[in-house]
Structures are given as C-alpha cells and as structure tokens.
C-alpha cells in the first residue's frame, strides 16, 4: 500500500492511461498466455478491454458462474461481451462455492472461503490447464484502502495482506486498475468504447451476493436476495443514486399473509449518494419508490413479509452489509 498512489479522477487523462496499462501488460505478458477473470462489473469489464487490446487471442477470459450473481447474469455478459469481439468462457463453479460456504456464518469467514474458492481451486485449476502465468483482475483502489484499514476484507486483495500469489496459487496476479476510484474506472471504461449499461452499473461486490445475505448462505437464501436485488434495481435504475441493493436478513419476522400470522423474511433496501465509497449518505429518496419496494417485494417473493430502508451514513455504516 505504501507504494501504491491514486490517480485521482481530476488528473486522469483516459487514453494515456490506456495506452500506459495496454503498454504494461503487453511487456509483462510478452509472448504468453494470460487469465483474465470477468465477473461483469465496471472494474473487471475495464481490464478485460484493457487486456485483450494487449494480448488479443492470448487473452483467456473465464466467467465463474458460482451461484451468487444477479439474475441472468453469467448469460448476459457473455453474450454482451461476444459483441464486442471478445470470447468469454463460461464456467460453472456453482457446487464448490456453496460447498466451501456451507454452514459458515461469520462474515470474515465467508470472504475466505470465496477467496480460496476462487483464486486457489477454480482459477488455480484454470490458469494450470491454460499454462498462463498470469490471471488479471479488477482491483481498485478503494478495495485496497478498506482492506489494509482492516475496515472489510476485499476477497481480491492478495499481495497488499502480503500473499505471494505466485508461491500461493501458482500464478502472478496483474491489476491495472488498481490506482484508480470507482469514478477514474467508469470514465476509463467510457473511453474504452464499453456500453453505457456497463460504465453506470451500480457497484457490484467481488463476493457477491454473499455480502447481502446475513446469516447461512445456501442456495434458497441467495435466490430470495438475487429476486429482491432484481427488483430493487429496477425500480431505482433511474435515480441518481450511486449504488442500491437489498439485503437479507437472518432472523424471521411476523408478518401477516393471507390473514393469518406469517413468521417470514425480512429485506433491507439500501440506497447510497457517494462518489469514491469511501463515505456514503442514504439517498433521500421520493416516497413513492419506497412504497413501491415495500408492495413489490413482499409481492413478488412470498417469503419476504418485511422491507426497510437503512438511513444511517457511511461511516459508521457500510454500503454492504457483509
């Protein structure tokens, strides 16, 4: 961390940054064969440009479908990054992780498991099978910051904890990325010709919806929150906000279905006004959307009875729960 310095948004200028970190990982790589993991967020789909105008052909970019993504997600970037002429293999990860997070409940606990899960077994066995010595990312520089604070243990953040990623897993870890905000990507990314649905996408976590499910995370708790992030999203796409998202909580509530009492689930709305997330401010948004939320959740997902709105700031708050 002490020799990483930002580059803050006022100084970047988009097309020499490019051409500097399409340089860069051009010379790292040279004549070989890299990995290059897309989860579909503004971070790594950057550094997916970023790469493949680098390598090209010897750019293998996996998309790791491991059950805790939006809904349609894995087929929809795909697809979406097929029409910018670049191959993206899908692979299906969905057993080993809720498998490695089986029974886990403490939050720290459940950022491990994703971490070894994803950089020790899925892509340990790929950059193996693809003989790449190197697997790039899209580490930023906030994940970073938060990590080293001891703040909230990004699952990307390896060689910052001191984690020779090469002795570890068997490959260098390369971050383009990793000087800029969510703000210096989203420009880099317009630059980079990616879509506007791409570039102004709300923040979306490395360990998904993991970070919005408190308690066990099994695979009928993450569709209930993946429902209800669909919903959420839809409903609040045009506002301003920074990022918003739904959260699952662990214990049951009373509520009332059918006229009768119903012990059922209980879904927090978070909405935030931000521009580095390092602090955040709850959105004040208009009423009526958040009586849309409150009648569609509970609607559309039998099992929610309750919705809230979290109106405490970044700090002591966080955007994600987990």
Known sequence: MQTLKEIQVQDLVPDKFIAEKVRDIADTVKDGI??????????????????????????????????????????????????????????????????????????????????????????????????????????????????????????????????????????????????????????????????????????????ALVTRCIGPVTRERIAIVRKATAIVEEVLRNTAAFQYLAILHEDRVTGIKENKRSFGRQIEVRCWDSTDAVTGVPTRLPFELLEQLGERIPREIPEVVSVTYNITRKPPSTIEAI
């Open 34 to 207: 890299a990995v290059n993991a897309l989860s579909g967020g503004v971070d790594s789909a950057a550094v997916t440009m970023l790469a493949h105008q680098a390598l090209g052909e010897r750019l293998k970019t996996y998309f790791i479908d491991n059950g805790i993504m939006r809904e349609g997600e894995p087929a929809y970037i795909v697809g979406l990054f097929a029409g910018l002429g670049v191959k993206v293999e899908l692979v299906d990860a969905r057993d080993e992780f809720f498998r490695a997070l089986d029974g886990i409940l403490d939050p720290e606990e459940k950022r491990q498991a994703i971490t070894d899960t994803f950089y020790k077994n899925v892509f340990g066995r790929l950059v193996r099978e693809s003989g790449a010595k190197y697997l790039l990312q899209g580490t930023n520089f906030t994940d970073v910051e938060e990590t080293v604070a001891g703040i909230k243990r990004q699952h990307n953040i390896l060689e910052q904890l001191g984690i020779n990623t090469q002795e570890a897993y068997g490959y260098k870890v390369l971050e383009p990325i990793i000087a800029l905000r969510k703000t210096g990507v989203r420009t880099v990314a317009k630059a980079l010709g990616l879509p506007e649905e791409i570039y102004t996408r709300p923040p979306f976590p490395g360990p």
